[in-house]
């Protein structure tokens, strides 16, 4: 994991890198980030195209950057013991954040905001998305 931003309450963000920290990221909080987590790298992988005259051996050079640029940002929230508080998942940097549905739950698929509506804004503010309940928590609607 990699850290994003502080917030509010002594809670920090931090950014899953890998498919583990997805799957322990599940299983903390009870709920299916890691199913999508596969699902968008597998999608980022498929778009990949390396560049025509690259040899063999060099294919897959590029293939990390890209993933990182064009797969969906995971995110958790967690408090100064580690406990996970909340998981986002938001557009790639740079990508259309209009354009994106971006996904915030708490354990369980509990409603974040009620708890920590602080720290998402400040989440919000950091990254300049807008992260409101009615738009990122799936279960209001």
């Known amino acids: 994991m990699h850290f994003i ?3 509010p309450g002594g809670k ?28 968008a ?15 063999a051996i060099e294919r897959d050079i590029n293939l990390k950057a890209h993933i990182k640029r064009t797969m ?3 995110l958790t929230l967690r408090d100064g ?3 996970g508080l909340a998981t986002a998942m938001l557009p790639a940097v740079g990508a259309d954040g209009r354009a994106f549905h971006a996904i915030i739950v708490g354990p369980d698929n509990a ?25 990122c928590y799936p279960y209001s609607r």
């Open 12 to 39: 920090t963000w931090f950014g899953m890198d890998t498919e583990a920290e997805a799957d322990a990221e599940s299983a903390l909080m009870g709920h299916a980030v890691a199913k999508y987590y596969r699902r």
């Open 111 to 135: 409603n974040p905001y009620l708890a920590h509506a602080d720290a998402i804004a400040a989440l919000g503010a950091h990254l300049g998305l807008k992260l409101d309940p009615e738009r």
């Open 72 to 74: 969906p940002r995971f």
């Open 81 to 83: 013991e580690g406990t």
């Open 41 to 55: 790298r597998e999608e980022a992988v498929a778009r990949y195209a390396p560049p025509p005259s690259a040899p």
């Open 5 to 7: 931003c502080d917030a």
